[in-house]
């Protein structure tokens, strides 16, 4: 599951969380042009970020807060999905696909290169997915990559891929952590050590802290604009806030505490960019839990919460009500926030026709900012139809991640999802969801397969048919609140990937 926060949880999971690090120990963000320190061009960016990287390697954990560092920054994929939400062109030059959809071919950079100083070949790319497929790597992942049948080098910069079926998902999946390529000369443990060909390299990470990256002065393309990238990670919003008003950091990467904006009113000191993102703010339902496995309860659910009131409690306003698993920048995006209204009376009775009474349900959290609010107003407004809801907070990532998403020991929870084009998770019923729909799951297999220009309408029945079933209920989506100093460009409104781009990004 999460720009939000972590995940990718393909969860994308989603979302944010990270041990403290006490605003009063940063050494400051490196001189800015014609500041009093002598005029030199910033050489040193600082971004606070909430979610930590249980691991380097992006490959092994769904958690978002890994690709937030090093997807495009570090690692590099055959494709990248721009600012706009277009695939555009990275390792790879161009590509062709034949007729029938299944026959990709891939002409790779010549000028490519692993800050190894080893050029990036054909090889390396098909060491890559197979290690997806062979490999200890994450079921999502697996599920993403066994599309393709076969992936060979026709030569050290031609790449071809012949996938089983036609996906018009495939190619975007291979824009993101699924397309990450590896040096596959490396011997490094691509846990705590990076293999990449991107503009920066790790230069140290501490666990629940910071991770720092350095220029990696060999890159193939456009130089790096900063030699040293740090990302330090805050639990709490308001220390992260109070390292920005103190000028310790140059950038916030998404603020988690909206009902602070005034504080970053100062134009002269402070630019504030606010967009959205795909992270879908989802109260997640066990479809299997005694008493969720009833469509009816869950419909409930749905018309006992005021999501509008929620977000306005919880998040200051911002962000895009939604009702279903499709934010706004995909294309099959409908309004679906009118399926089920806040009606608490017609949420008594749906309980009432199910025969349930005096429901008990666990509410287990992960300990992000938005989730623990989210948590007790979800709580407070489901005791007023009947339904207790026991709270409780596990540690984000590792915890909540193996006790709900793993193992899927709960009955509710509320995690951003920041995967892009995530509805297709909810057609898998080992997911953590438990939707198990084969109406559902043949509309999500016929957009994919079928012709792209009816991906779309298919999808958009999917939605529907989801939001009608209440697989889940959706809170808000995630605004992207970003904060800058005044000398930082390069930011884009929208978050429309898992990455936190710093290629993009400049301080002039």
């Avoid at 026959?103 to 000028?111: G, L, V």
């Avoid at 079921?139 to 030569?155: F, G, I, P, W």
């Avoid at 009702?323 to 009118?338: H, K, L, N, Q, Y």
Wanted: hydrophobic share 40%.
């Amino acid at each position: 599951m999460i720009k939000s926060p972590v995940g990718r949880l393909v969860l994308a999971v989603a979302a944010v969380a990270a041990l403290l690090l006490s605003a009063c120990t940063t050494q400051g963000t490196g001189t800015t042009p014609g500041d009093s320190q002598g005029g030199t061009q910033q050489s040193d960016l600082v971004i606070g970020a909430t979610a930590s990287p249980p691991t380097l390697d992006p490959t092994a954990n769904d958690a978002a807060a890994i690709p937030q560092v090093v997807l495009y920054n570090v690692y590099e994929t055959l494709v990248k999905v721009d600012s706009e939400g277009r695939l555009r062109p990275l390792l790879a030059q161009k590509w062709d696909v034949s007729p029938d959809n299944l026959t990709y071919t891939f002409q790779i950079d010549p000028a490519a290169k692993f800050a190894s100083g080893r050029p990036v070949e054909a090889k390396d790319v098909v060491w890559s997915i197979e290690r997806i497929q062979n490999g200890t790597t994450t079921a999502t992942l697996k599920k993403q990559m066994s599309v393709v049948e076969s992936a060979r080098a026709v030569d050290a910069k031609t790449l071809e891929v012949v996938l089983n079926q036609p996906s018009n998902m495939w190619l975007w999946d291979m824009s993101s952590t699924g397309g990450i390529v590896f040096d596959s000369e490396s011997t490094e443990d691509l846990a705590n050590k990076t293999t990449g060909s991107g503009p920066f390299q790790l230069d140290t990470w501490i666990p629940n802290s910071s991770v720092s990256l350095v220029k990696n002065p060999n890159y193939w393309a456009t130089p790096a604009r900063f030699e040293n990238v740090t990302f330090r990670y805050f639990t709490d919003p308001n220390a992260m806030n109070a390292a920005m008003l103190a000028g310790d950091l140059d950038i916030i990467s998404n603020l988690q505490a909206p009902a602070a904006l005034p504080q970053f009113s100062d134009t002269n000191r402070f630019t504030v960019i606010e967009g959205t993102t795909n992270g879908e703010v989802v109260l997640s339902m066990n479809n299997n839990s005694e008493g969720l496995n009833d469509p009816r309860v869950r419909q409930a659910i749905r018309h006992a919460i005021d999501k509008e009131a929620l977000r306005d409690t919880v998040w200051a306003g911002k962000g895009e009500l939604i009702g279903a698993m499709v934010p706004p920048t995909d294309p099959w995006f409908e309004d679906r926030t009118g399926d089920f209204p806040y009606d608490p009376e017609r949420a008594k009775a749906l309980l009432e026709e199910a025969g349930v009474q005096n429901l008990r349900l666990r509410l287990r959290l992960p300990t992000l900012p938005y989730a623990g609010s989210a948590g007790q107003f979800v709580q407070s407004q489901l005791r007023e139809v009947g339904i207790e809801a026991e709270i409780e907070q596990l540690e984000f990532p590792a915890r909540w991640v193996e006790t709900v998403l793993t193992n899927g020991d709960y009955d509710m929870s509320i995690v951003a999802h920041v995967e892009a084009r995530d509805i297709v998770r909810f057609a898998n019923p080992d997911y953590y969801f438990h939707y198990n729909s084969e109406e559902f799951q043949r509309l999500v297999n016929e957009a994919d397969t079928g012709p792209a220009d009816e991906q779309a309408e298919k999808l958009k029945e999917a939605a529907r048919l989801m939001s009608q079933d209440a697989a889940a209920d959706w809170l808000f989506l995630l605004p992207n609140l970003v904060i800058t100093t005044p000398n930082i460009t390069g930011v884009p409104e929208n978050a429309t990937t898992l990455s936190f781009d710093v290629t993009t990004i400049a301080a002039g």
